[in-house]
């Protein structure tokens, strides 16, 4: 009798991904498309544009005072995103 090396069909997509050089883009991926739930309606609907650079979330936003106000919140939003996705994705979130 032989043992089988038996593995779980998500260790292997994952081992997958990594292999092709994709994990960080689909990780990437899913944090910004978390930013609506993780930052609520509200933030959501004065939301212009989203998108990573350099291990930070850059958010265009088209209300100056809620701006100001999510300026102060960045390192909790930071640890947020990364929570809602599983991975330590960015280090920081820039508003303009």
């Known amino acids: 009798m032989f ?7 998500k ?14 883009p689909l ?12 930052a609520g309606p509200l933030v959501a609907s004065y939301t212009l544009n989203t998108y990573i650079y350099n291990q930070t979330l850059y958010v265009r936003l088209s209300n ?6 999510l300026s102060m919140r960045r390192s909790e ?3 947020k995103l990364n929570d809602a ?6 280090t920081d979130v820039r508003f303009g």
């Open 11 to 24: 260790d292997l997509l994952l081992q997958v991904l990594r292999d092709q050089g994709l994990e960080t």
């Open 64 to 69: 100056p005072s809620l701006r100001a106000d």
């Open 85 to 90: 996705v599983g991975e330590q994705v960015i």
């Open 3 to 9: 043992k089988r090396d038996v593995k779980q069909i």
């Open 77 to 79: 939003l930071t640890k």
């Open 27 to 38: 990780l990437q991926k899913r944090l910004v498309e978390a930013w609506p739930e993780v």
